[in-house]
């Protein structure tokens, strides 16, 4: 290759380095812009994309470059969310060196989403993720899947003999109290989390495990 052609190159790559941070610039502005909006909205209206591209302070053009409808962005809210929400309880699970720590906290982290100050953000993205079309997004249930995974480790380490079976009946166990108490405007107490602790426990493998014995 001619010297000119890799200066040609590098000065492509650095133009095309550019696009995709502007690019990726303008898909954070209206994932957070949409994330305001529903938030704002709650559960009595869905957003527009022309209320969220106003709030992103974006073009019609920017919106349908990266998502080619509101349902689209819908999901991604709902699989970032998602990640941010496994990265926190893994963060806290790493906290812990015993599996039964590591699960209360677990616990702890899942059902912290019915916390007065993200209960409404939560169930607002429920609400309007539970009107997507079945082929947009997984869901509620691509959550539980991903919950679900940080409980493999500690429920081998309790001696459940099928720690993937049982950790996926543990998430979805948990995750469907979550949605059940945000459905209601419930806050999740103590109690409930020890009880979970509990149950979760037991289907990892930590036989005669109670509430009592997991309070801290």
């Known amino acids: 290759m001619r010297d000119e052609d890799g200066f040609a190159n590098r000065i492509a790559q650095r133009a095309l380095a550019k696009r995709e941070a502007d690019y990726a610039g303008e ?3 209206l994932l957070d812009a949409g994330l305001d909006v529903m938030r704002g909205c709650g559960t009595d209206s869905r957003p527009r994309v022309a ?3 106003a709030a992103a302070g974006l073009s019609n053009d920017a919106f ?9 962005l819908v999901a991604a809210i709902l699989e970032d969310g998602t990640e941010r ?4 309880v893994a963060h806290q699970m790493g906290k812990e060196s015993t599996p039964d720590g590591q699960v209360r906290r677990w616990v702890e982290g899942v059902l912290s989403q019915s916390a007065r100050d ?21 869901g509620p249930a691509s959550a539980t899947g991903r919950l679900g995974l940080l409980l493999h480790r ?7 003999p099928q720690a993937e079976f049982d950790a996926a009946l543990a998430a979805h166990a948990t995750v469907g109290l979550l949605v059940d108490h945000l459905g209601r405007g ?7 989390v020890d009880r979970v602790v ?10 005669g495990a109670c509430a009592a014995d997991f309070v801290t």
Not at 198 to 206: Q, S
């Open 27 to 29: 898909v954070r502005r």
């Open 51 to 53: 209320d969220i591209v």
């Open 64 to 72: 349908y470059r990266h998502f080619r409808s509101k349902d689209a």
């Open 85 to 88: 929400l496994t990265t926190y």
């Open 118 to 138: 993200t209960a409404a953000t939560t169930r607002a993205v429920l609400w309007n993720a539970g009107g997507l079309p079945a082929d947009t997004t997984l």
């Open 154 to 160: 500690p429920f081998s380490e309790l001696g459940s």
């Open 186 to 192: 419930a806050q999740t107490g103590t109690a409930d």
């Open 198 to 207: 509990a149950f979760c426990l037991r289907v990892g493998g930590r036989s």
